[in-house]
């Protein structure tokens, strides 16, 4: 059951920095006017992303002032995630795994 949790755990922050990282791709092409957010599809597809990113981003975005109009905290966001991912979710389940098996 721990194993179960911690794959679900695992994906559910790879789909975050995925969708981090659409969001912020879509950013940049609507900036250099690649993509039109007139476009209904292209604005769902970007509010969509938008809702997903941002309550992650958020508390980055407090802490983090843009450097010269650029927002890094999408790159500090993923890195604190694939920390999450790498080492705090494996230490937290690796005394179920000895218990359990």
């Known amino acids: 059951m721990g194993s179960a949790i ?3 755990l695992e994906q559910i922050i ?3 920095i995925l969708a981090i990282v659409v969001n912020a791709i879509l950013s940049w092409l609507v900036a250099f ?3 039109n957010l007139r476009h209904p599809v292209v604005r769902q597809i970007a509010r969509f992303f938008d ?3 941002r309550p992650v981003l958020a508390p980055f975005r ?3 002032p843009s450097f010269g109009g650029v927002d890094v905290s999408p790159i500090v966001a993923i ?3 694939e920390a999450i991912s790498g080492f705090l979710i494996p230490w937290i389940f ?3 795994h000895a218990v359990i098996g």
């Open 6 to 8: 911690e794959f679900i």
């Open 14 to 16: 790879n789909l975050l």
């Open 33 to 35: 006017d690649v993509v």
């Open 51 to 53: 809702a997903v990113s």
């Open 62 to 64: 407090r802490l983090i």
């Open 79 to 81: 890195i604190v995630l």
């Open 94 to 96: 690796t005394p179920l």
